[in-house]
C-alpha cells in the first residue's frame, strides 16, 4: 500500500507551545473500518488576528479558510484542514480551490491517484458510507460501506459483508467477484491481504484467493515480498516471516520484523531477552548479523544503524560506519549530518562514511537543491548564532547572517529548513510588533534575499510545493517592522 508522509506544522522554533509530530496517520482503524486521518490535538499559538494564507514566489499571500490544520501532503503540497464555519474535513489544492464541494461530506484520508476517499456525514453515528472524488472535486456517486486508497488504478471496497474491486470510475472491475472477508490496508502489487475464518491470506483483483488464508496477519506486498506471521503449534508460538507473490515462504522466521525496501529486509530475534536487529536480503540470508537496537529505514541508498545512544551506517552491501556517532541526519545528495560522541560541533558524513565536511557548526540541516543550512557559533558571547548554507564542499554560499537564536539552543527543524523550488524556510525573523521585537517566520531564495511578505508578519510557516506555501499570518495592524 502506498505510503504518505506528512510534514507536522511543529518544531519550527524554541516556542514551548507547540510539539513536534506527524499528524499524516491513520485512526488506528480495526479491521473493516476505512483509515482515516489522525488529529492530533495539539496546542497551537495563535493571536487573535492570526489568518492561514498561500503565499506565492513574491511574497504575496492569498487567505484560505483554515480553523484548524491536520497536516498537508509532502509529495503534492496538498493541505488537510478543518474550514471555517462548517469545521468539516477538506482537501486545499496548491491552487486554493477547496474539495470537495458540500456539506455532507469530508475526506478522510490522503489523495492517491487523483482519487481522494471521502465519507458521507449522517444523522446516524458510526452509520457511515464512503466514496471517492476526484482532485477537480466531483465525487463518485457509488457508496461504500469501506473502501481503500487507489493503487495502480484499483481500490477495494466493501458493501456488507463483500468485498470487491472497483476502477478509477468507481464502478466494480469486469468478471471481477465479490469476497466474503474482511481487510483493513489497501492494495500492493496487485494483491490484497484479507481475512477469512480468522485467518489472513491474500486475494487478486479478480477475487481469488491466491494465497490462502493461513497466517495470523498479513502485511501488503512491498518490492515483491509480504511480512506474514505462520500459525504455529503453541499458544505462545509468536514469529513473523516473508512471503514472495507466488505464496513462497522463507525458510526462516524472526521474532518481528519490517517491509523489504530495496533488496533488504530489516528483522529482529531475541537473544537474552534482549531484541536485536539486522538485515536479511530476498533469499532470507543474514547481510548484516543481528547485533543493533534499531535499525532506520532505507533513504538516499544508506540505512541508519542503532547501537543504544551510537549510530553508524550501512550502505553499498556493507556497514561504511560502525555505531560511533552521536548524531547522524538524513542523508540527501549522498551526504547526511552527523555530531560525533562527547562533541558539541556538526560536519557532514558521505555515504561511505568519509568525512566530507569537517565538524565545525553549531547545527547542520540536511542538503537540498545543492545546499544545506548550517548554523554557526557567535563570536561574541552576547550575539545570536546565525544561519547561513554551504555547498557539498562545505564553502558558504549564503553567508550565516539569517535568523538568530540563542547559542545555547542552535538546533532548527531539518525537515523544514529545506529549499523547495529554490525558496527556503528560515525559522526565525525578527519583527517589531509595536512595543517588542519578537521571532517570526520568513523565506528566502538562492541568493539568500528575503521574499515578502508585504505587510503581513508570518507567525507559521512551511516548506515550498509548486509555487505556493501555507504560512499562518496576521496582517499589519500593528504597523509592524521586519527586520
Not at 48 to 69: A, E, F, Y
Not at 214 to 229: D, I, R, T
Not at 364 to 372: C, H, I, K, M, W
Amino acid at each position: 500500500m502506498k505510503t504518505l508522509v506528512l510534514l507536522a506544522a511543529l518544531g519550527l522554533s524554541v516556542a514551548t507551545c507547540l510539539a513536534e509530530t506527524s499528524l499524516w496517520q491513520d485512526e488506528g482503524s480495526r479491521v473493516g473500518q476505512t483509515f482515516e486521518l489522525r488529529e492530533l490535538h495539539v496546542q497551537q499559538c495563535q493571536r487573535r488576528h492570526d489568518q492561514w494564507g498561500l503565499m506565492d514566489v513574491t511574497g504575496k499571500i492569498k487567505p484560505v479558510p483554515v480553523s484548524r490544520l491536520i497536516g498537508i501532503d509532502e509529495k503534492d503540497g496538498c493541505i488537510a484542514a478543518r474550514i471555517k464555519n462548517s469545521n468539516l474535513r477538506k482537501l486545499i489544492t496548491p491552487r486554493g480551490k477547496i474539495i470537495p464541494e458540500g456539506a455532507d461530506v469530508e475526506i478522510v484520508n490522503v489523495m492517491t491517484e487523483y482519487r481522494i476517499p471521502i465519507k458521507y456525514l449522517s444523522n446516524a453515528q458510526f452509520d457511515y458510507k464512503f466514496s471517492f472524488c476526484t482532485e477537480s472535486g466531483y465525487v463518485l456517486p457509488a457508496k461504500f460501506d469501506q473502501v481503500s486508497p487507489f493503487s495502480d488504478g484499483v481500490a477495494a471496497v466493501r458493501i456488507g459483508k463483500l468485498v470487491g474491486f472497483i476502477g478509477l470510475d468507481g464502478k466494480f472491475l469486469p468478471n471481477s467477484k465479490m469476497v466474503d472477508c474482511q481487510f483493513q490496508e489497501g492494495i500492493s502489487d496487485g494483491r490484497l491481504a484479507a481475512r477469512m475464518n480468522g485467518l489472513w491470506g491474500y486475494l487478486d483483483t479478480s477475487g481469488h484467493w491466491i494465497v490462502s488464508p493461513k497466517f495470523k496477519f498479513a502485511k501488503p506486498f512491498q518490492n515483491g515480498f509480504a511480512l506474514v506471521s505462520p500459525v504455529g503449534n503453541g499458544q505462545n508460538h509468536n514469529s513473523v516471516t516473508f512471503i514472495d507473490r507466488s505464496g513462497k515462504q522463507l525458510d526462516k522466521e524472526f521474532y518481528s520484523g519490517q517491509s523489504f525496501e530495496g533488496e533488504y529486509a530489516a528483522v529482529s530475534v531475541r537473544q537474552n531477552q534482549e531484541v536485536l536487529w539486522g538485515l536479511i536480503d530476498r533469499a532470507g540470508q543474514w547481510v548484516v548479523e543481528p547485533k543493533f537496537s534499531r535499525i532506520g529505514p532505507l533513504i538516499d541508498s544508506t540505512r541508519l544503524l542503532y547501537d543504544k545512544d551510537l549510530v553508524g551506517v550501512f550502505s553499498g552491501r556493507r556497514i561504511a560506519v560502525q555505531p560511533v556517532y552521536k548524531y547522524i541526519g538524513r542523508f540527501s545528495n549522498g551526504l547526511a549530518p552527523f555530531q560525533a560522541a562527547g562533541s558539541k560541533l556538526y560536519g557532514f558524513l558521505s555515504t561511505d562514511g568519509r568525512v566530507a565536511v569537517p565538524a565545525k557548526f553549531a547545527f547542520a540541516g540536511t542538503f537540498s537543491e545543492g545546499l544545506a543550512a548550517v548554523r554557526t557559533y557567535p563570536s561574541k558571547p552576547e550575539k545570536q548564532a546565525k544561519i547561513g548554507f554551504i555547498d557539498s564542499h562545505g564553502v558558504f554560499r549564503i553567508s550565516p547572517v539569517l535568523g538568530g537564536s540563542d547559542p545555547s539552543n542552535p538546533e532548527f527543524n531539518p525537515d523544514f529548513v529545506l529549499f523547495h523550488d529554490g525558496i527556503c524556510l528560515i525559522p526565525e525573523r525578527s519583527y517589531w510588533d509595536g512595543k517588542f521585537w519578537s521571532s517570526g517566520k520568513g523565506y528566502i531564495n538562492r541568493l539568500g534575499k528575503w521574499i515578502g511578505p508585504g505587510p503581513e508578519v508570518i507567525t507559521m510557516g512551511f516548506p515550498f510545493k509548486m509555487g505556493k506555501a501555507l504560512v499562518r499570518y496576521y496582517p499589519n495592524r500593528l504597523e509592524n517592522q521586519l527586520k
